[in-house]
Structures are given as structure tokens and as C-alpha cells.
């Protein structure tokens, strides 16, 4: 079993910036790709981005791409997103994912086998 752990969530005024880290441990060398997801109240999850496990190969939902960052540390074992120019419609419980199988391309949250307890952000308006 690999274990993940969110940070960086909070309140953040319309137009502000947030980081948010996943520390994965425990059977971390399974992990092919991790990813972040982000559930609204009374919606469905949704896929934010993905990150190849070598650190190489991103991709993003189009609802972020330009505003949304995400990165990795190899030597920690944590995975970043950096959120500028945040929306309102961004507020969400925000989810750490892990895949064990090659996902590129996949938004679906049934690649990933692994999932933190997520991370609430708010942005107000």
C-alpha cells in the first residue's frame, strides 16, 4: 500500500495563489504517475492534472491549463500544485492520487489506486 497526505489547502480571496503538497509513503516504488482531483459540493470528482512518475510528462483539465502548475520532488517523494489566478468556481475538496499502471491521457478517477483524504480550498469572490 503506498499512503498519501494533503497539504495547502485554505481560503483564499478571488485572484490569489495556493500551494498544495502530497508526501506519498509506504509502497511508493508502485507508483507509476500521480495525479490531483477536486470534488465540489453536490458534483461529481473531476481530474485537475497528472504527472509522470520521473517528473517529465504533465497534462491538465482545460479548466486550469495556463492557471495550475503541478510539479514533483523526487528526493521527498511529493507531488505540488501551484494554483494562480484562483476562481471561485475552483472551491473544492481537493484529492492526491496515485496510479500503479500508465494513465496518460486518462481523466478518469478509476486508473488511480490509491487516495488521500483531500484538502479543502475556498476562494471567495
Known amino acids: 500500500q503506498a499512503q498519501l497526505v494533503e497539504s495547502g489547502g485554505g481560503l483564499v480571496q478571488a485572484g490569489g495563489s495556493l500551494r498544495l503538497s502530497c508526501a506519498a509513503s509506504?509502497?511508493?516504488?508502485?507508483?507509476?504517475?500521480m495525479g490531483w482531483f477536486r470534488q465540489a459540493p453536490g458534483k461529481e470528482r473531476e481530474f485537475v492534472a497528472a504527472i509522470n512518475w520521473s517528473g517529465r510528462s504533465t497534462y491538465y483539465a482545460d479548466s486550469v491549463k495556463g492557471r495550475f502548475t503541478i510539479s514533483r520532488d523526487n528526493a521527498e517523494n511529493t507531488i505540488y500544485l501551484q494554483m494562480n489566478t484562483l476562481k471561485p468556481e475552483d472551491t473544492a475538496v481537493y484529492y492526491c492520487a496515485a496510479a500503479t499502471a500508465p494513465v496518460f491521457g486518462r481523466t478518469d478517477v478509476g486508473g488511480y489506486q490509491y487516495w488521500g483524504r483531500g484538502t479543502q480550498v475556498t476562494v471567495s469572490s
Open positions: 509506504g509502497r511508493t516504488f508502485s507508483i507509476n504517475a
